[in-house]
């Protein structure tokens, strides 16, 4: 089978598609034949071995960990899923842009008839990462109050999508050009990146950086007393933070119990992503290198196809 993947870490221009001999799975991993994976922000800051004191140095390595498409094996352990299934899930070892993918299934459940496949590749990673902060680690329920910075990207829009059918009002930063946008879809108020975070000050119940580059001090302003910060993007100075006293959480790994959640908000309408393009494998590192040029999810994923 064919995968994109690389042999040192770099930028675009170190992705290849090669390739490889899939693995059977075994205890609780499932094989699934890949229709569709979606990209993400994650994906380029791993091979460009920004987080590499998580990742290490072991090579080659996949790209991509958003999919959808059909079990055409599993581990004896298995019981959430059966060959034959079409799924939807995320890997956490990177390698969903191929023609097949090994994941565990805690991380991979049935697609809802109503989404094809691209529309489920693209909501796992994304959708998960703000369920998790809004639900299990804020906790936010209606009448409260959610800033996301970043509130037009893949994990912000999620994060209003949630946050806003639990009753909670939201308010985000986006690109100036994009403010109707973001205020068609119910947040109030919206500001630029760069913002004076003052006339705001203790507003919210939490701050949700999405885009990693909100400063402590305007998170700290925007916060109310007792409230929460959370963020997404790792370094090793905010995990260290994250374990001090005081406001700051860094978003964890979610449970398994989320990816069932997405699944039944995906299938009532409650959880989309925009699709801005669609390529085929053969196509996608060209797309890909575009695509990370261009800033990521701004107007909507791209997905890459195998069929």
Same mark, same amino acid.
């Given at each position: 089978?064919?995968?994109?993947?690389?042999?040192?870490?770099?930028?675009?221009?170190?992705?290849?598609?090669?390739?490889?001999?899939?693995?059977?799975?075994?205890?609780?991993?499932?094989?699934?034949?890949?229709?569709?994976?979606?990209?993400?922000?994650?994906?380029?800051?791993?091979?460009?071995?920004?987080?590499?004191?998580?990742?290490?140095?072991?090579?080659?390595?996949?790209?991509?960990?958003?999919?959808?498409?059909?079990?055409?094996?599993?581990?004896?352990?298995? *019981?959430? !899923? %059966?060959? #034959?299934?079409?799924?939807?899930?995320?890997?956490? &070892?990177? $390698?969903?842009?191929?023609?097949? @993918?090994?994941?565990?299934?805690?991380?991979?459940?049935?697609?809802?008839?109503?989404?094809?496949?691209?529309?489920?590749?693209?909501?796992?990673?994304?959708?998960?990462?703000?369920?998790?902060?809004?639900?299990?680690?804020?906790?936010?329920?209606?009448?409260?109050?959610?800033?996301?910075?970043?509130?037009?990207?893949?994990?912000?829009?999620?994060?209003?999508?949630?946050?806003?059918?639990?009753?909670?009002?939201?308010?985000?930063?986006?690109?100036?050009?994009?403010?109707?946008?973001?205020?068609?879809?119910?947040?109030?108020?919206?500001?630029?990146?760069?913002?004076?975070?003052?006339?705001?000050?203790?507003?919210?119940?939490?701050?949700?950086?999405?885009?990693?580059?909100?400063?402590?001090?305007?998170?700290? *302003?925007? !916060? %109310?007393? #007792?409230?929460?910060?959370?963020?997404?993007?790792? &370094?090793? $100075?905010?995990?260290?933070?994250? @374990?001090?006293?005081?406001?700051?959480?860094?978003?964890?790994?979610?449970?398994?119990?989320?990816?069932?959640?997405?699944?039944?908000?995906?299938?009532?309408?409650?959880?989309?992503?925009?699709?801005?393009?669609?390529?085929?494998?053969?196509?996608?590192?060209?797309?890909?290198?575009?695509?990370?040029?261009?800033?990521?999810?701004?107007?909507?994923?791209?997905?890459?196809?195998?069929?």
């Amino acid at each position: 089978m064919k995968r994109i993947q690389y042999h040192r870490y770099g930028g675009p221009e170190v992705l290849q598609l090669e390739e490889f001999e899939p693995r059977r799975p075994r205890g609780r991993q499932v094989l699934v034949r890949v229709y569709a994976a979606a990209s993400n922000p994650m994906d380029w800051m791993i091979r460009s071995g920004a987080m590499r004191f998580l990742t290490g140095w072991r090579f080659p390595r996949g790209l991509g960990h958003d999919f959808a498409g059909l079990v055409v094996a599993v581990g004896d352990r298995v *019981t959430r !899923v %059966k060959v #034959g299934d079409e799924v939807f899930g995320a890997t956490l &070892t990177p $390698g969903a842009f191929g023609e097949s @993918v090994i994941a565990n299934e805690r991380w991979v459940t049935q697609k809802p008839a109503n989404l094809s496949f691209e529309e489920a590749a693209a909501i796992t990673i994304v959708g998960g990462t703000a369920y998790h902060a809004v639900v299990n680690i804020a906790k936010l329920r209606a009448g409260q109050s959610l800033f996301v910075t970043g509130c037009l990207g893949g994990v912000g829009r999620a994060a209003t999508e949630i946050a806003r059918n639990r009753g909670v009002a939201v308010g985000g930063s986006c690109r100036s050009t994009a403010a109707q946008e973001a205020r068609d879809l119910g947040i109030d108020p919206v500001v630029d990146f760069d913002f004076d975070p003052a006339p705001l000050q203790g507003r919210f119940d939490v701050v949700f950086d999405t885009s990693g580059v909100l400063p402590i001090t305007a998170a700290q *302003t925007l !916060v %109310k007393p #007792g409230g929460r910060i959370i963020d997404i993007k790792p &370094t090793l $100075g905010k995990m260290l933070r994250a @374990v001090l006293p005081g406001p700051y959480t860094f978003n964890s790994l979610p449970s398994r119990e989320v990816i069932g959640e997405l699944a039944r908000a995906a299938e009532a309408g409650m959880l989309r992503q925009p699709i801005a393009r669609t390529v085929p494998l053969a196509e996608a590192i060209p797309a890909l290198a575009e695509f990370e040029n261009l800033g990521g999810s701004r107007g909507g994923k791209l997905i890459v196809t195998t069929r």
